[in-house]
Structures are given as structure tokens and as C-alpha cells.
């Protein structure tokens, strides 16, 4: 046994003893590349404008605000733009055939926010320039004609950099 041991240890040592290395070891340098393309977040308040009819029927005309937190990483010159679109057209929501058109308009409270009219094609609400955080508000109010009590509207809201 003693013999056995001896002659293992022996042929474990002779195998490290001038024997070539199982592998050849070297260096090169390495070029990693990576494209970062954008990126968009966006959370709103509702994607539901429920017409506030109490608060236009005082003089009020708004019906509705909606917050806004929008986060874009872009090319520093690449534009961001925010859209918002009526899922359901809102002139459907006046009060009947006789009545007047029902008008929703939106003002935004916010850097880069913007005004314009309700409907269902989309309409920029805010647009800027680079990469960023914006938070705001989206105000929305009559512009013409009467709106039923408790009456929604669903919309869509959508950040991208073109």
C-alpha cells in the first residue's frame, strides 16, 4: 500500500514536472459597442376624463384634469412629443340633435405643455427637446355646448421620440 501511495505521488508530480501548460495564455484588447436607443415612460393621473358637469354648470367650463409625468432618454436634439386622443368622440356626448356642439378643449400647466381641441385623431399636448423628466397638468374644459352629469370620455395618451 505504502509503495502504491508512493508511486501516485510520484506520477502526480512527474505530470507537473516539464509538462506543457494545457492552455496558451494571452491578452487582446476587446471593443465592446453598445447602440442606446430611446426610451419612454409615461404615467397619467386616468386614461378616463370623467366631465365634471357640476363644476361647468357654476361658470367653472373645466371638466376635468388629468396629471402627467413623462420621463424620455433621447438623443440630445431628438424631440419627444406627447399626444392625446379621444377614444370616443365627444361631440357624441352632447345633449342631443338641437343642442350645440359639445366642444372639450385641454390647456397643459407645464413646461413644454400646450392647448389645443379634444378629438379623435391625436393632438400634440406636449413636445420637448432632449432627454428628461416633465410633470404637469392636463386641464381640460368646456369650449362650447353642455355635457351630461357624470359623462366619460376614454383617451389615450402617447410619449415617443419620432
Known amino acids: 500500500m505504502r509503495l ?6 510520484a506520477c502526480c508530480a512527474g505530470m507537473g514536472l516539464g509538462a506543457a501548460p494545457a492552455f496558451a495564455q494571452s491578452s487582446q484588447a476587446l471593443t465592446i459597442g453598445a447602440a442606446i436607443g430611446p426610451a419612454t415612460s409615461l404615467r397619467v393621473s386616468s386614461s378616463i376624463l370623467i ?3 357640476a363644476a361647468a354648470a357654476t ?3 373645466v371638466v376635468g384634469r ?14 419627444v412629443v406627447l399626444t392625446v386622443e379621444a377614444l370616443q368622440d365627444p361631440g357624441s356626448l ?3 340633435p338641437d343642442a350645440e356642439p359639445l366642444v372639450i378643449g385641454f390647456d397643459g400647466e407645464g413646461a413644454g405643455l400646450v392647448a389645443g381641441i379634444l378629438s379623435v385623431t391625436p393632438h ?5 427637446v432632449g432627454s428628461g423628466v416633465r410633470q404637469g397638468q ?3 374644459a368646456l369650449r362650447s355646448g353642455g355635457v351630461a ?9 402617447v410619449l415617443s421620440v419620432p
Open 66 to 79: 388629468i396629471d402627467i409625468d413623462a420621463r424620455a432618454r433621447a438623443r440630445s436634439a431628438a424631440e
Open 149 to 157: 352629469s357624470g359623462a366619460t370620455v376614454p383617451l389615450r395618451f
Open 94 to 96: 352632447g345633449g342631443g
Open 138 to 140: 392636463v386641464v381640460f
Open 4 to 9: 502504491d501511495r508512493w508511486l501516485v505521488a
Open 124 to 128: 400634440v399636448v406636449g413636445r420637448w
Open 59 to 61: 361658470g367653472s367650463r
Open 51 to 53: 366631465l365634471d358637469a
